[in-house]
């Protein structure tokens, strides 16, 4: 059974960053993509970020793009989301995704994992 576990967020204001991480259990992480999304109360599950099993490539939603940076450290079994420049539109509980596949997806539906979820919330 694979366990997600995010860190990270917080309450900050606009222009401020914030770095996500999250930990995953399991021993097939380094050959998995992996995705971040985000939920704004009352909207949909949006994808933000994904990232192939050995980090090459990357994938955005364009409104993040320039401004978030996603990583991962396949020995810490660990990806990240680094988030600069943040907006009030970013507020939202944003999720890590482990899907098995090397592809990025970014439909909510293609992955086969879920983190419990972590609230960031922009002031303006």
């Known amino acids: 059974q694979v366990q997600l576990v995010e860190s990270g967020g917080g309450l900050v204001q606009a222009g401020s960053s914030l770095r996500l991480s999250c930990t995953a259990s399991g021993r097939t992480f380094s050959r998995d993509a992996m995705g971040w999304f985000r939920q704004a109360p009352g909207k949909e599950r949006e994808f933000v970020a994904g990232i192939g099993p050995i980090g090459g490539n990357t994938q955005y939603t364009e409104s993040v793009k320039g401004r978030f940076t996603i990583s991962r450290d396949n020995a810490k079994n660990t990806v990240y989301l680094q988030m600069n420049s943040l907006k009030p539109e970013d507020t939202a509980v944003y999720y890590c995704?482990?899907?098995?596949?090397?592809?990025?997806?970014?439909?909510?539906?293609?992955?086969?994992?879920w983190g419990q979820g972590t609230q960031v919330t922009v002031s303006s």
């Open positions: 995704a482990k899907r098995y596949g090397q592809s990025i997806r970014i439909r909510p539906q293609e992955y086969d994992y």
